[in-house]
């Protein structure tokens, strides 16, 4: 084995550490060593978002002692940015996601901090609601959101709700770099800094008040009571959502609510699936299947810690569908800007927020009801960010991206399934009302606004060169941009690493208003986009394709559908991908 693993490896069997782990390390030296290299390879990365690994013992894994390290690190950076510091700490249903929550926060303690933690799971964007609400300076959240069961994470929050963004997320990192040994964290000695919430009767009542400030989120509670009856499937998939999301649509008075029983019981084993997540349609297959059966009215689910959201709907042929994460947003997008207008209740300073690889149909949206939409850089904290910057000027409605998240008013700054679940469904009692359904809407849009179209694709460069391959890819793509994909001339070239804007035609130059991100967009003349983004940790590059055209009415739906799709496979055909 390489001597500096093994040296590692040596450390952790003569150092302060449990015998359990001990004892662990020793049976993978002998029965499967390999494992064992790539336990202790290298550190656990804490990025910018905290941690997210296999579960396990070594350097590289989700356990007791990188949970620590990494919880002293920012423990010494919110003691030196305040002098008193609070936070809340969360967790969901997976392997050891207590445990985890109880180290952090017999670590928080011990360093002399006040933490409130809840007594049982708790759905994420409750966590980032208590941060605000209890006057918290940080947070943490212990979820490997939608990974497999093998995985858990650790995230962190700032005092505003979001998870950390500049000079913090950088600083946070510097401060838990320094933390090199177990022997530097205080694992114990301040429980009586530690509060339990959560439990009722508690003089806190956070899970009562997450659960009013969703239900003020409403914009037509008479079209509920009209419609209280409206058939309702939900699947928590083994997660958190079914601690909450069940009682939030009771409060918003819905009173035909089927839960997927399958999947009620929250289980970090995720018993019924390969994959806890609600964009593939594997997860959603139980609550598919009993959608049909009953006949209901739309079928809703959320990840392990309830904070994406996917539906599925009946289309024109009374077949059931998922609707993908831009068709989501685009529906919830305009359901907020359209029924605040139509009720009187619209700011002439309303504002809406998205993503650089969101669907640009957000925008059209946006322009033709009057209301300023901003992009920013891919997750929530950019949006949260972005609300920052617009405080007190302009009033934020919702904001969300393409990969199934959602974050309506700004009382959370994360995305949140909770209040998605509920808004959504009220949004399908309002199209019933009209006689649509939720499908017939968004072709409705469609006409309106016309047909946008997107597609992802993934591609991972295997082997030990694979991000020096993905590196060299986004380089050519830099130094030598294509002129035209697909017969239409790129007009923008967005290079959101050198944070400038091109048009390869004239040769106009502009800047970004935007932190430094590794993603390059390309803007053609017809309309379309393609956005390049490598992920910063796997040898991995994602493709978001978007195109677009006129749809005259919903009878030509199929045909322009189909039109769509070629011309997105001509430009993956055309950029030899």
Same mark, same amino acid.
């Given at each position: 084995?390489?001597?500096?693993?093994?040296?590692? #490896?040596?450390?952790? $069997?003569?150092?302060?550490?449990?015998?359990?782990?001990?004892?662990?390390?020793?049976?993978?030296?002998?029965?499967?060593?390999?494992?064992?290299?790539?336990? +202790?390879?290298? *550190?656990?990365? +804490?990025?910018?978002?905290?941690?997210?690994?296999?579960?396990?013992?070594?350097?590289?894994?989700? =356990?007791?002692?990188?949970?620590?390290?990494?919880?002293?690190?920012?423990? =010494?950076?919110?003691?030196?940015?305040?002098?008193?510091?609070?936070?809340?700490?969360?967790?969901?249903?997976? *392997? =050891?996601?207590?445990?985890?929550?109880?180290?952090?926060?017999?670590?928080?303690?011990?360093?002399?901090?006040?933490?409130?933690? +809840?007594?049982?799971?708790?759905?994420?964007?409750?966590?980032?609601?208590?941060?605000?609400? $209890?006057?918290?300076?940080?947070?943490?959240?212990?979820?490997?959101?939608?990974?497999?069961?093998?995985? *858990?994470?650790?995230?962190?929050?700032?005092?505003?709700?979001?998870?950390?963004?500049?000079?913090? %997320?950088?600083?946070?990192?510097?401060?838990?770099?320094?933390?090199?040994?177990? %022997?530097?964290?205080?694992?114990?000695?301040?429980?009586?800094?530690?509060? #339990?919430?959560?439990?009722?009767?508690?003089?806190?009542?956070?899970?009562?008040?997450?659960?009013?400030?969703?239900?003020?989120?409403?914009?037509?509670?008479?079209?509920?009571?009209?419609?209280?009856?409206?058939?309702?499937?939900?699947?928590?998939?083994?997660?958190?959502?079914?601690?909450?999301?069940?009682?939030?649509?009771?409060?918003?008075?819905?009173?035909?609510?089927?839960?997927?029983?399958?999947?009620?019981?929250?289980?970090?084993?995720?018993?019924?699936?390969? &994959?806890?997540?609600?964009?593939?349609?594997?997860?959603?297959?139980?609550?598919?299947?009993?959608?049909?059966?009953?006949?209901?009215?739309?079928?809703?689910?959320?990840?392990?810690? !309830?904070?994406?959201?996917?539906?599925?709907?009946?289309?024109?042929?009374?077949?059931?569908?998922?609707?993908?994460?831009?068709?989501?947003?685009?529906?919830?997008?305009?359901? $907020?800007?359209?029924?605040?207008?139509?009720?009187?209740?619209?700011?002439?300073?309303?504002?809406?927020?998205?993503?650089?690889?969101?669907?640009?149909?957000?925008?059209?949206?946006?322009?033709?009801?009057?209301?300023?939409?901003?992009?920013?850089?891919?997750?929530?904290?950019? #949006?949260?960010?972005?609300?920052?910057?617009?405080? /007190?000027?302009?009033?934020?409605?919702?904001?969300?991206?393409?990969?199934?998240?959602?974050?309506?008013?700004?009382?959370?700054?994360?995305?949140?399934?909770?209040?998605?679940?509920?808004?959504?469904?009220?949004?399908?009692?309002?199209?019933?009302?009209?006689?649509?359904?939720? &499908?017939?809407?968004?072709?409705?849009?469609?006409?309106?606004?016309?047909?946008?179209?997107?597609?992802?694709?993934?591609?991972?460069?295997?082997?030990?060169?694979?991000?020096?391959?993905? !590196?060299?890819?986004?380089?050519?793509?830099?130094?030598?941009?294509?002129?035209?994909?697909?017969?239409?001339?790129?007009?923008?070239?967005?290079?959101?690493?050198?944070?400038?804007?091109?048009?390869?035609?004239?040769?106009?130059?502009?800047?970004?208003?935007?932190?430094?991100?590794?993603?390059?967009?390309?803007?053609?003349?017809?309309? /379309?986009?393609?956005?390049?983004?490598?992920?910063?940790?796997?040898?991995?590059?994602?493709?978001? +394709?978007?195109?677009?055209?006129?749809?005259? =009415?919903? !009878?030509?739906?199929?045909?322009?559908?189909?039109?769509?799709?070629?011309?997105?496979?001509?430009?993956?055909?055309?950029?030899? $991908?």
């Amino acid at each position: 084995m390489d001597t500096i693993i093994q040296a590692k #490896i040596d450390a952790w $069997l003569s150092g302060n550490f449990d015998q359990a782990t001990k004892d662990e390390i020793r049976r993978l030296q002998k029965e499967n060593p390999a494992e064992l290299a790539d336990a +202790f390879y290298c *550190n656990l990365e +804490f990025g910018t978002g905290g941690l997210r690994g296999l579960m396990g013992v070594g350097t590289n894994r989700m =356990n007791k002692y990188t949970v620590g390290m990494a919880t002293q690190g920012y423990a =010494n950076y919110l003691k030196q940015c305040f002098s008193d510091v609070k936070v809340a700490i969360a967790y969901d249903s997976r *392997n =050891n996601s207590r445990f985890f929550a109880e180290t952090a926060a017999n670590v928080f303690a011990a360093n002399g901090i006040k933490v409130y933690l +809840f007594e049982d799971m708790r759905p994420t964007p409750e966590l980032s609601y208590a941060i605000r609400e $209890l006057g918290c300076q940080g947070g943490v959240v212990c979820t490997a959101s939608h990974n497999p069961k093998e995985y *858990n994470g650790y995230k962190a929050y700032w005092n505003d709700g979001s998870q950390l963004v500049p000079p913090h %997320d950088k600083n946070v990192i510097r401060e838990v770099d320094k933390i090199t040994s177990v %022997d530097d964290v205080k694992w114990s000695g301040g429980e009586a800094n530690i509060t #339990i919430i959560g439990k009722e009767p508690d003089s806190y009542r956070v899970d009562e008040k997450y659960m009013e400030m969703v239900k003020g989120l409403s914009v037509y509670p008479e079209v509920i009571a009209r419609h209280s009856d409206m058939k309702i499937v939900y699947t928590s998939i083994h997660g958190t959502g079914i601690k909450l999301v069940p009682l939030v649509l009771e409060k918003f008075g819905f009173k035909n609510i089927h839960i997927v029983k399958e999947q009620a019981v929250p289980d970090g084993n995720f018993p019924t699936v390969v &994959y806890p997540n609600p964009e593939e349609s594997e997860a959603m297959s139980l609550g598919l299947k009993m959608a049909e059966r009953l006949n209901a009215d739309i079928l809703c689910g959320t990840d392990p810690d !309830a904070d994406r959201i996917a539906i599925g709907v009946k289309d024109d042929k009374g077949k059931w569908v998922l609707m993908n994460g831009n068709q989501t947003a685009v529906l919830a997008f305009n359901y $907020l800007i359209e029924a605040r207008k139509t009720k009187g209740i619209a700011k002439p300073n309303d504002m809406v927020i998205t993503t650089i690889v969101t669907t640009p149909m957000i925008d059209a949206i946006a322009a033709g009801n009057g209301v300023s939409c901003y992009r920013v850089l891919t997750g929530f904290k950019w #949006i949260a960010e972005m609300i920052r910057q617009k405080e /007190g000027k302009e009033n934020y409605i919702i904001g969300g991206e393409e990969s199934f998240g959602l974050m309506i008013g700004d009382k959370i700054r994360d995305k949140d399934g909770v209040s998605a679940v509920a808004l959504l469904c009220e949004m399908a009692a309002y199209e019933k009302e009209k006689g649509r359904s939720l &499908y017939e809407k968004m072709i409705d849009l469609y006409v309106q606004y016309g047909f946008y179209k997107e597609h992802l694709i993934s591609i991972t460069k295997k082997g030990m060169d694979g991000q020096q391959q993905i !590196a060299a890819m986004m380089e050519s793509y830099r130094s030598n941009p294509p002129k035209s994909i697909n017969g239409s001339a790129v007009v923008k070239l967005l290079d959101y690493e050198l944070r400038k804007g091109r048009n390869p035609q004239t040769g106009e130059e502009w800047a970004i208003d935007l932190p430094k991100s590794n993603v390059l967009q390309f803007i053609l003349e017809d309309g /379309g986009s393609i956005s390049a983004r490598p992920s910063g940790t796997e040898p991995k590059i994602k493709f978001y +394709f978007s195109v677009n055209t006129k749809l005259n =009415n919903a !009878a030509d739906f199929e045909k322009v559908n189909k039109e769509l799709d070629k011309k997105i496979k001509a430009v993956i055909g055309d950029m030899r $991908l």
